[in-house]
């Protein structure tokens, strides 16, 4: 799983099989090892993003932060999408 950074120990990454067609970009967050049933938070065609799902139960108050992080860092987790899967779509 290609993963992009961290924050306070908690995984930001690509998983590697995102489907046939590829989804819309996302990236998941884990405390622990990655894995495919992890909290998942599209990128949006703004910059910003959107909760998908948490699944990892990640606390509501690090979730935030987490997502701001995200947003400050969208431009390099879409150039780090295009580079892994070749394509680009948003979710909205």
């Not at 993003?49 to 990640?58: D, G, T, Y």
């Amino acid at each position: 799983m290609p993963q992009l950074f961290r924050i306070s120990g908690y995984r930001i990454y690509f998983w590697t099989n995102e489907g046939d067609p590829i989804e819309p970009i996302h990236v998941h967050i884990s405390e622990g090892n990655p894995s495919s049933n992890t909290t998942k938070i599209w990128i949006l065609s703004s910059g910003k993003c959107k909760l998908a799902n948490n699944n990892s139960k990640i606390p509501q108050h690090f979730l935030n932060n987490a997502m701001k992080v995200i947003e400050t860092r969208a431009d390099y987790i879409i150039k780090m999408w295009k580079k892994k899967f070749g394509e680009v779509k948003f979710y909205c």
